[in-house]
DNA sequence: TTCATAACTTTCCGTTATGGAAAGTTAAAT
DNA sequence: ATTTAACTTTCCATAACGGAAAGTTATGAA
């Protein structure tokens, strides 16, 4: 068996943020933050585990204060990301 | 979010065990391991894990020495898979 | 009735992952 | 210089996870 599940991904808090991802093209920080339910330093930290692995662009844009950051996955981690799920798929036997 | 993801079930080798018990029916302890391809005391422990949640149906069928296990999905086993694939499928926008 | 063996289980022990709180950084506006 | 917003890192404690090796247990054989 074992049909390639990243373990990058597979993790709950960075498997829910690539799907989001995945279906939004861009998101900042705080609305991650909330949609996780988590804390910022946790949805920090698996922000720097999912970029440090590549997977991320991060977009800086200024404004009040300190820049305001984009996330958005890479075009790795869109690659990571659909296999991830075909190994769900196969794994699962979920019909595509 | 949070599409109600079973922290039982998630973890890559419970989630392997879960998706060969539901497409098998039944399978004996070697061929799991084989499978899965981890020690006898790490299948072991996670169909402990299993048990203990209630997802478990363990038949005992004689045979030479100890009695050999037959493992499936309990009732319960079988709803959980499913709500965890539906939550899967919710959370990456799988089709179904 | 004491092995020997098969089929698991548990313990031991070390590594890694998680999580929140709180302290630290940083860039721009005042 | 300060303040504020947006993150980051550190601190610290708990919970996986993994393999090796030792421990159980239920026969059947000697």
Known sequence: MS???????????????????????????????DELGVS?????????YLDDA???TIRKVP???RPRSW???SKDGQCAFQKHLDALRIIAALAT
Do not use: W
């Open 3 to 33: 049909a390639e599940l990243d373990p990058v991904i597979h993790p709950v808090h960075r498997l829910q943020i690539c799907a989001l991802l995945a279906n939004a093209d861009e998101m900042e920080f705080a609305l991650l933050r």
């Open 40 to 48: 910022d330093s946790v949805l920090s930290k698996q922000l720097k």
């Open 54 to 56: 590549g997977y991320l």
């Open 63 to 65: 404004s009040t204060g």
């Open 71 to 73: 996330y958005s996955l």
